[in-house]
């Protein structure tokens, strides 16, 4: 008898494992495969144990890595068998086989919903498996009913009840309107109360799911938790097969104290005592033990209540608690514990301020840098990067870079970046910047993007005193004998702009800069001799009276090049050539390089945007977050784009707004060559809205990122055309996104941003508005005007007139909805930024949709109201042509998002949607809303709309307000504004992104 | 939430992989590959936790055979490294003393009891006297149905044999 209980199988492996290469198990896999192949079509002749030994036998393949591309319906059949033996077979090889999206899944669900339906314990259990691991979104629309039933069920033992719980959170995480908020706060409830703690793992783990989706709803719950975690911490009445080396199971603990992190503040004192009881007893109960096990169930019990206490961020005392076991776990030996130390630490470095006894830690941090263990460097890297500050910068830049030379090749160029980022940020002073930089190149050339360097090249443009000093640098790397091409680019441009400032140095007259740079002419590619051919016109101009010798020289590199194949070498060569011949107006054509306008560093956006690569809290999102709300580090006082600022780094001395200000007023040809530079893309403001949002829940403020990625169904803005100063991105769509959520920001410019966080309950509204100051200068004469439409009353607080520095404002309104209404009210909004007025009017997200409250109906409510509407002025039908082609799942979606609700099932046509809300106004009262939408499979773009109400205008308005984003609206006349956040393309030349793909 | 599973033996063979998000043939088949390159190569004494793509490996060795989860990158490392074990406390039991030839040649077995610990990639049981108590439920009642169905299979059997030895003849 064989292990398996399977002879066939257990040869078949045998004969696998025998095989001496790989060619061999291919041949003999091949065969098999073959032999499956033979035995499937010929089904009739197969017993249900060879049916079953073939499909094991698959899935073994499929395992060794090979392609097994048929006999998925052989799988999916077993599931329908009768017997338990070849179901059990069928359930689980589909499962490994298959994923949601594979077509052949949907031929399983009605069997699968027998299973679940049918009186079978072990068949619903094998049937909630399946669909707990691979159900798509089909699965959730046609069972989720069925399994919510099972959960809840009195009559399920656990282990059905267990499985229906997860299963129900997978098909929650597919479709969240699966569960429906309403009803499932109680028995939510009722589930926390579960004795049986398999049943209870498994219900709080669908718990952190719905409150992370909605705390709100869940609040009642709250309490509950704390009992659960109350009950373990003291080891009350848990049965021990679930004490886990002594440990009251650690992972309920662990995903209570999870689910407790979603809600922003435990307010009931009498909870919230106990549960800090709770929270200090594990803090200081966690003693390190020589059993690894029972060591790493305490820790993560005890990690996990770390990250509560600073979620909850309130007990100073707990807070400095936290540090201390913190400093104490990165300076142990087992590099678990080093390493999860370190993470928490660069997360505690966002919740609270705890910078200063952090950077006590700095000297044990650093040895992490040079740990053996690439994960460990990793958090270390990333903590070190967040806690740097002024104070520190100069000894955390000069350890990473001396780390550079020795690092690995996997974090190089993460490392050149963020130390390229702190020597920006918190120089303090510009001239070890250009020395940290130039060095960064020297040593890890291939790891320094463009942007770094075009980035040295802005700050030494920009500030005179640094010209000297930078060009001097320039001129000792290029005596190395080996230098990075980087170094020759940056090199050469400042050599050719500044080395005239050198001329009365030894070594650095005209003459022999050129022939230092020449020299290297020979070794370098196409684009740097672009680079080196417009620094020897610079020379040329700079040498003046001319020294015919060195004219003679560059004339002939530049007739050389007058041949060469690279267009662009081509045209340089010619041109130049033709204007040093000039003699006189060179000196005016080829003049210094213009100051270049403010803007962001492109560098922390590009390290924003490989966030998700790297890591999703990395540390530098927090960073750029913070530093641009909180002003505590003084030399980043810099605005975001391309605004006067008065700035400690003096970067840019002329006050410039508008781009083609500092265009110089030279010929066309000139523009194009000095243009070399300006390839810098000007990047829009980095997102601060994490902080100007701060009073919202943390899970909101991530959340409000993706408000320009809605869909553009944008009306055109109204706003002042006047205005010099240029909004950040589309207030249009901002609009839009705000009208199908409560949070967000409304406007954003240079000075000020506007953020928007409402509450709609029945007919009225708090809408709160969040103006912040991004500048540190103030905002004066700060106005704001509401303009209601005639259907509303709005009532706005007290704006005050100035906003200081870095400060945010919030400035409630109070809404009332009185009659049904597509119009919208405006905010009138102006300030001053020193001279300059700035008026725009913004559009606010007080519409239609926010006085809807969405409410299922059944068919017995729905078909008696939708008879008894009959026919025009209050039952509405149209035909919409022109709509924006979407399936059917996204525009019941686009529905849910309006707080129309969909009721599925009314409509015994799959093409037809059917919606129902209530409407509230002072006039109406609550109103019941139902909405008919006939879709023609056919042509996407119609369909046939009938809409109903007891009111015939709230009938009609809301016809149209559905139509409205349904129909594709033209995109707006007015241009979008080109600061536009897009999210950049991965650079092709990213010398990382290449690596990447290499490796 | 745990992504997915890996079992790699120490030569770079999966013996069990199991996946809780979408992953089409190929990206499965590159998953495997690059985290056996990081993992497989990675020193004694480090920590158990590898960064990848936005994601962490907690991954542990036990004698030959690699146990990794793949999870989120807000996930507590330390509960997964415990699951992990959990686990393997429960192969343990279940296949008195596990080795990697017991998951080789009983790949189904390890398929069972995996489902009885997780769910879509999340425990589902802590108590370890529970999934055994299932799992030898569920070998009962495969036993059964084969006792019951004993005498007329083996007939079927039989027949089906040498009907499928006679058509194996006839192609050579």
Known sequence: ?????????????????????????????????????????????????????????????????YDVDFGHMEAVSLISAPKYPEKQVGYIVTSCLLNENHDFLRLAINAVRNDIIGRNETFQCLALTLVGNIGGREFAESLAPDVQKLLLSSSCRPLVRKKAALCLLRLFRKNSDVVNVDGWSDRMAQLLDERDLGVLTSSMSLFVALVANNHEAYSSCLPKCVKILERLARNQDVPQEYTYYGIPSPWLQVKTMRALQYFPTVEDPTTRRALFEVLQRILMGTDVVKNVNKNNASHAVLFEALALVMHLDSEKEMMSQCVALLGKFIAVREPNIRYLGLENMTRMLMVTDVHEIIKRHQAQIITSLKDPDISIRRRSLDLLYGMCDVTNAKDIVEELLQYLATADFAMREELALKAAILAEKFAPDLSWYVDVILQLIDKAGDFVSDDIWFRVVQFVTNNEDLQPYAA???????????????????????????????????????????????????????????????????????????????????????????????????????????????????????????????RQSSLIKKAEDTDADTAELSAIKLRTQQQASTAL?????????????????????????????????????????????????????????????????????????????????????????????KPIGDIAERFHALCLKDSGVLYEDPYIQIGIKAEWRNHQGRLVLFLGNKNTGPLDSVQAVVLPPSHLRVEISLVPEIIPPRAQVQCPLEIVNLRPSRDVAVLDFSYKFGTQLVNNRLRLPAVLNKFFTPIQVTAEEFFPQWRSLSGPPLKLQEVVRGVRPMPLGEMANLFNTLRLMVCPGLDPNAFNLVASTTFYSESTRAMLCLVRIETDPADRTQLRMTVASADPTLTFELKEFIKEHLVNIPTPAKPLPPQQPQPPPIATSDPGALLAGLL | MI????????????????????????????????????????????????????????????????FCMCVNQEDNELEILEIIHHFVEILDRYFGSVCELDLIFNFHKAYYILDEVLIAGELQESSKKTVSRLVSAQDSLVEAVKEETNSISNIIAQATKKRCINFKMSIC
Request: glycine share 4%.
């Open chain 1, 1 to 65: 008898m064989s292990l398996s209980g399977m002879r066939g199988l257990s040869v078949f492996i045998s004969d696998v494992r025998n095989c001496r290469n790989k060619e061999q198990e291919r041949l003999r896999v091949d065969k098999e495969l073959g032999n499956i192949r033979t035995r499937f079509k010929n089904e009739k002749g197969l017993s249900p144990y060879e049916k079953k030994k073939y499909v094991w036998k698959m899935l073994y393949i499929y395992m060794l890595g």
């Open chain 1, 472 to 598: 001097l640098k320039a001129r000792e790397y290029l005596d190395k004998p080996a230098i990075h091409e980087t170094m020759v680019k940056v090199s050469a441009y400042l050599l050719g702009e500044y080395s005239h400032l050198l001329a009365r140095r030894p070594g650095c007259s005209p003459k022999e800069i050129f022939s230092l740079i020449h020299e290297k002419l020979p070794t370098v590619s196409t684009p740097t001799i672009s680079i080196l051919l417009t620094t020897y016109a610079k020379i040329l101009m700079h040498s003046q009276p001319p020294d015919p010798e060195l004219q003679n020289q560059i004339w002939a590199v530049y007739s050389k090049y007058e041949s060469c194949i690279d267009a662009e070498i081509q045209q340089r060569a010619v041109e130049y050539f033709a204007l040093s011949r000039k003699g006189e107006a060179l000196m005016d054509i080829l003049a210094e390089m213009p100051k270049f306008p403010e």
């Open chain 1, 633 to 725: 580090v003084v030399t980043d006082q810099r605005p975001s784009n391309g605004a006067p600022q008065a700035s400690q780094l003096a970067m840019v001395m002329i006050p410039t707004t508008n781009d083609t200000d500092h265009t110089p007023p030279v010929d066309q040809p000139l523009t194009e060559s000095n243009g070399a530079l300006t390839v810098v893309d000007p990047q829009p403001s980095g997102d601060i809205l994490g902080d100007l949002l701060s009073p919202l829940a943390i899970d909101e403020s991530r959340s409000v990122h993706d408000v320009g990625s809605n869909d553009a169904l944008a009306l055109a803005p109204i706003e002042d055309q006047e205005s010099t100063v």
């Open chain 2, 3 to 66: 992504q997915f599973v890996l079992l790699i033996s120490r030569q770079g063979k999966v013996r069990l992989t199991k996946w809780y998000s979408p992953y089409s043939q190929k990206e499965r088949s590159k998953v495997i590959r690059e985290l056996s390159g990081m993992i497989l190569t990675r020193g004694p004494k480090l920590c158990n936790f590898v960064e990848w793509k936005g994601f962490k490996v907690v991954y542990k060795r036990y004698a030959s055979l690699y």
